[in-house]
């Protein structure tokens, strides 16, 4: 290139428009978009991404998180590239998506009367025999449970059992704030409910009983984790005295469509 010594070099290119563009993942109130890269003949520096035509971020990745949105609510999103020389390519494929309703995790109260909506992962500590809608224990009450029905371990099988339940997998929305009742014995390594990142199998949160037959609730923040595909599991690895969980009324905020 003849260029005068001095003088500028004006890049008046633009770079190409970003391919591709998608939706990664939602919940109630965020959107994540991806695209594929733009090119440029000096160098792409970011991207701007418009939702409904106005600009409400720009990166420079090829992905971006849009916040702050309405439940249930449709926006439509088209992202450009730009350069140094502030050139803008055209617009992207137009996109639409919807976002996601809070609703409940499926038979979260255990009020079906059996283990609908969850999963034996193994062991035999949890079964449609332990979904019992006993309010005494035998020997004292009452369980103080939610609504009619709870997962009392202990019901069917007594303490030597073990096993592991699981709920659906779900994408956590809302606030994050999960609440739910537990009772049962005092072992956070071996009787205990969890928060689990479907991803990796990572135990987010956990609680577990405090040797009392009778529930108590336990509230988690989880704010940082909502938008991640989580599920709920209770694990049972104990067998002697008080070997046994007490679930019930698992109220977890879930994207639903
Ligand atoms: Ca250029
Ligand atoms: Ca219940
Ligand atoms: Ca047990």
């Given at each position: 290139m003849n260029v005068p010594t001095g003088a500028a070099v004006i890049d008046t290119t633009a770079p190409t428009i970003p391919g591709n563009?998608?939706?990664t993942s939602k919940t109630d109130t965020s959107i994540s978009l991806a695209w594929s890269a733009s090119s440029d003949n000096v160098g792409v520096t970011g991207y701007r991404i418009y939702r409904n035509g106005t600009e409400v971020g720009s990166t420079s990745t090829t992905s971006f998180k849009d916040t702050g949105l309405t439940a249930n609510t449709t926006y439509t999103f088209t992202v450009k590239a730009i350069d140094a020389a502030n050139n803008l390519s055209g617009l992207s494929n137009s996109l639409q998506v919807k976002t996601g309703i809070v609703g409940a995790l499926a038979n979260h109260d255990f009020e079906s009367g059996?283990?609908?909506?969850?999963?034996?992962?193994?062991?035999?500590?949890?079964?449609?025999?332990?979904v019992t809608t006993d309010v005494n224990w035998g020997w004292g009450g009452?369980?103080?449970?939610?609504?009619s029905y709870h997962l009392w371990?202990?019901?069917?099988?007594?303490?030597s059992q073990v096993g592991v339940l699981k709920s659906e997998t779900f994408t956590l929305g809302g606030t994050g704030a999960i609440d739910f009742l537990i009772g049962g014995g005092n072992d956070l390594n071996n009787l205990y409910i969890a928060l689990v990142r479907?991803?990796?199998?990572?135990?987010l949160l956990k609680a577990t009983g405090s040797n009392n037959e009778a529930y108590s609730r336990i509230q988690w923040n989880a704010a940082s984790y909502v938008g991640t595909s989580c599920y709920i599991k209770i694990v049972d690895s104990a067998t002697g005295g008080f070997g046994h969980l007490n679930v019930d009324d698992v109220n977890v905020p879930v994207v639903t469509n």
């Open positions: 563009l998608s939706s059996n283990l609908t909506g969850w999963t034996i992962v193994s062991g035999n500590a949890f079964g449609a025999g332990d009452p369980f103080n449970q939610s609504g371990g202990y019901k069917d099988g007594g303490d479907a991803s990796d199998g990572v135990e």
